[in-house]
């Protein structure tokens, strides 16, 4: 789960880790106010969406007086935010940071990631931050820092000292990282983050570090114990399918290809998307029902799927393991015939009960064609792409 910006800097302000006086806005009588309390200007204002590249399409501006701002909000608020980050059809724009300027003598790269792999958290640093870090990362794999330490532990001061020596930061800058470090690595813990970015971190006229921006990413499996966090995130930035899903118990990531995908269990969703990549097809979504999918589950996942107009075939390819494949043979007979569909569903079925699901599906008399393996059932949700008219449907 991502947070704006704004939270982002309300929990560091939290922590009391440095960051820009700063507003958010979302109508014009706001705008004064804020104004009046971040004398003097210019200001620095920021469309608040969940994700990043927005100083390069236009969502982050300094600019010189209220009506620019107000000029700046009308542009932005109730409309949609493309950048590389996003889809092309962007994410909606709620809300606007408003920030004194903050004069830059340098701008460095701090983040903290959760390493899956170590088990562990690695807090990463470039002595370049920026909008155009990634570039030249790429072609400076060696400006890249790492320390990793374990949750138990923590960091420790040493670890944040030694990957400022090597931003070559010097005087009070030292301590003032490892201050950040520690407090950054304390908040990454407590709210359960799986990521924590600032970029950038800038050295200030004064000679200070200033966390300029901030991306914070909450483990989703641990929103059960951050209640407060869940509460204040921005459901607008989701797709609604990926709202509804979850309401169901489904995982669902909307793609932007043509063969719907209905799979149990995350592994074999991945491996069914890449198996219609190989054979040259392009997955609409994810779409990962569970290990405990029921009758109403398997509906409601039709229905989902159907919402998007791009889907000229269905796939359904389900390994039954503790589900009993004629269960969901029962679910998707249900579906076509309740729903109306009218694109071609193919189903694979394999384990508990596959002879049973296959033999129910054979003799539904609905239009469901039947696969004996992986590959066929690719092969078949390819070639049957848009043999019968789509309807859409949102009821």
């Known amino acids: 789960m991502n947070l704006h910006e704004y939270q982002a800097k309300e929990l560091f302000s939290q922590y009391k880790i440095p960051i820009p006086n700063g507003f958010k806005c979302t109508k014009y009588s706001e705008i004064k106010e804020a104004i009046l309390k971040l004398q003097p200007g210019p200001w620095v204002v920021k469309c608040q969406i969940h ?20 000029q700046f909000l009308k542009k932005w608020i109730g409309n949609r935010l493309v950048t590389y980050q996003t889809d092309n059809i962007g994410q909606i724009v709620n809300s606007i940071l408003i920030e004194q300027k903050t004069c830059i003598k340098k701008e460095l790269y701090l983040s903290l990631i959760l390493n899956r792999t170590q088990s562990n ?56 990282f490892v201050d950040i470090c520690k407090k950054l690595s304390l908040l990454f813990i407590n709210k359960d983050l799986t990521l924590v970015e600032i970029n950038p971190i800038v050295i200030n006229q004064d000679d200070d570090l200033i966390c300029l921006d901030g991306k914070l990413s909450v483990d989703d ?18 797709d609604s ?11 669902y990531i909307p ?17 069914t998307m890449d198996l219609i990549k190989l054979h040259g097809g392009k997955p609409a979504n994810f779409l990962d029902v569970g290990g405990n999918a029921t009758v109403e589950k398997v509906d409601q996942a039709f229905r989902i799927i159907l919402l998007d107009s791009n889907v000229k075939s269905i796939l359904v390819n389900i390994f039954g393991g503790i589900v009993k494949c004629d269960l969901i043979a029962d679910g998707i007979i249900q579906a076509v015939s309740n729903l109306q569909v009218h ?3 193919i189903v694979r079925l394999e384990g508990n009960n596959s002879q049973l699901g296959e033999t129910k599906l054979i003799h539904s008399n609905l239009r469901i064609i039947t696969a004996n393996s992986l590959n066929d059932a690719v092969k078949k949700a390819i070639d049957n792409i848009g043999r019968h008219n789509h309807v859409d449907f949102n009821r």
């Open 221 to 238: 499996n641990s929103l059960y114990r951050q209640i407060n966090l869940k509460k204040i995130h921005d459901n607008s930035q989701l």
């Open 51 to 70: 994700a990043g590249g927005r100083g390069k399409s236009g969502g982050v501006k300094l600019l010189s007086s209220i009506e620019k701002i107000r």
């Open 343 to 345: 694109v071609p569903v």
């Open 121 to 176: 958290i690695s807090i990463i640093s470039s002595m370049t931050g920026g909008i155009n870090i990634e570039n030249y990362v790429e072609k400076n794999i060696n400006v890249i820092y790492k320390e990793h330490f374990d949750i138990c532990c923590g960091l420790q001061s040493f670890q944040a000292r030694n990957l400022a020596f090597h931003l070559k930061l010097s005087g009070k800058q030292i301590n003032q």
């Open 255 to 271: 793609l932007q290809g043509n063969i719907g995908c209905m799979v149990n269990g995350a592994g074999l969703a991945m491996g």
């Open 241 to 251: 399918r990926e709202i509804y899903a979850e309401k169901w118990g489904l995982n």
